[in-house]
């Protein structure tokens, strides 16, 4: 399963890129701070309809070019991999159960790191 909150940032990342735009820019436009749109296209914060219009506004483009899922961008996850492989019910359920600790722990983990990032803004004031 491709995670379409990677597909838009990647998207969303790449016509910034290509129109020599920065986060800072898209932030002013959306009238919110470089921080959350940081977080937005790193993963950690979901981007809501209105946003994903507003950005598509900003770039030029329409809403469906920013989650457009590219033919190269395959299914990387291994626990998918195995899913289709095994052949009991009770194997795809113990698969589907460690696959949804997985996003839990890697959520988590991103959690804390910005978390700390931003406990470590406020010290350095």
Same mark, same amino acid.
């Given at each position: 399963?491709?995670d379409?909150?990677v597909?838009?940032?990647?998207?969303? *990342?790449?016509?910034?890129?290509?129109?020599n !735009?920065? @986060?800072?820019? *898209?932030?002013? %436009?959306?009238?919110? !701070?470089? @921080?959350?749109?940081?977080?937005?296209?790193?993963?950690?914060?979901?981007?809501?309809?209105?946003? *994903?219009?507003? =950005?598509?506004?900003?770039?030029?483009?329409?809403?469906? &070019?920013?989650?457009?899922?590219?033919?190269? @961008?395959?299914?990387?996850?291994?626990?998918?991999? $195995?899913m289709?492989?095994?052949?009991? &019910?009770?194997? !795809?359920?113990? *698969?589907? =159960?460690?696959? &949804?600790?997985?996003?839990? =722990?890697? $959520?988590? !983990?991103?959690v804390?790191?910005?978390?700390?990032a931003?406990?470590? %803004?406020?010290?350095?004031?």
């Amino acid at each position: 399963m491709v995670d379409m909150k990677v597909v838009i940032a990647g998207n969303i *990342l790449a016509l910034l890129k290509k129109q020599n !735009k920065k @986060q800072t820019d *898209l932030a002013d %436009a959306l009238g919110t !701070k470089k @921080q959350t749109v940081n977080k937005m296209l790193n993963g950690t914060r979901m981007i809501n309809a209105v946003e *994903l219009k507003s =950005i598509a506004e900003y770039l030029g483009v329409k809403m469906e &070019e920013l989650t457009r899922i590219s033919s190269g @961008q395959a299914d990387t996850n291994v626990v998918h991999a $195995f899913m289709g492989k095994v052949q009991s &019910e009770q194997a !795809k359920q113990a *698969l589907q =159960i460690a696959d &949804e600790i997985s996003d839990m =722990i890697l $959520f988590h !983990k991103r959690v804390r790191e910005n978390g700390n990032a931003m406990m470590d %803004a406020w010290e350095d004031d």
